[in-house]
Structures are given as C-alpha cells and as structure tokens.
C-alpha cells in the first residue's frame, strides 16, 4: 500500500472520528454523553497530529484536553447538576435543528469554496521539531502563555467547586 494512500486512508478515519464525535456532543441530551462526544472529537484531532508527525503535540493532546480538561468538565458537571426536567430534556424543534446545521454548514462551505479556489501547497513530511527546542520555549519565550493556561484551569475547576457549594446549601 502506498504512503500517501495510507496517509489519506487515516486522514478520512480521522475526519470521521472527529465528526462523530462532534455530531454526538452537539446532538446529546446527556450532558455525560455529550461529553463522550466531545472525548472522541479530542481523540481523533490528536490522530490528526499523529497524522501530522508531531508525536508530541498528540501526546499533550491526550494528556491536557482528554485527560484534564475532560475530567474538569465531568467534575462540573457533577457538582453543578441541574434538575431533571431542566432546559435539557425539553425536545427541539425542527426549525432549531435545521437553522443550527444551517450555522454549522455556512463557515465549512466559505472555507471549502476559499481552499478549492486557492490551493495550499503542502510539504511530503513536514518538518520535526526537537523536544529540546520546544522545551526551551515553553520556558522562555512563552512562558507566559504556558503559565496563563494553568491560572484558567485552575479558575475554571474552583468556579465549578464554588458552584456546587452553592448550589447544594440552596438545596
């Protein structure tokens, strides 16, 4: 099997994971189960870096998004339950549907129409960064924006505590 088959076999199994699971987690009633939409959607864009022959890149993927982001946004939504005949559980209407896959559609189709009309010259393998380099970066030159992310998860995890707090003394 040639490479740049195989290469575009992957990239469609990809594509298809990233979609499945965007369409679960849009399409859910469950906040659990959008959630595992949203799990399989960060799966399948770190096989997109796998893909893109950046190891690293789809490690972190794993590790920060799938691994803390996720489990941070399940804590959320434990601590914040909302009540069982809440907004969630109403059914939607067809006219919502339609004008939400409208909305989904319109900036795939002005992305398609712009990269059929101007093709992207692309590169056979693209080129590797070393660990060490990027390390040093992180480390200096944006060590600022590496420390800021960890200061918003940090906020985002002690809202969703203080929420559940909340919530369960108004109980």
Known sequence: MNQTLAAQLLFALYALVILAGGLAAVLARNL???????????????????????PFMAFMQILIYVGAVVVLIFFAIMLTRSPAGGEEAKPRAGRQALLAGLAGLAPAAVLGAALLANP??????PAEVELKLLGAHLLTSYVLAFE????VLF???AGAVLLGFTRRKGQ
């Open 148 to 151: 800021l992310i960890s200061v």
């Open 155 to 157: 906020i985002a995890m």
């Open 32 to 54: 659990v189960r959008a959630m595992v939409g949203l799990v399989m959607t960060l799966f399948g864009v770190a096989g997109l870096y796998l893909l893109l022959n950046t």
């Open 120 to 125: 992207l010259a692309s590169a056979t393998r």
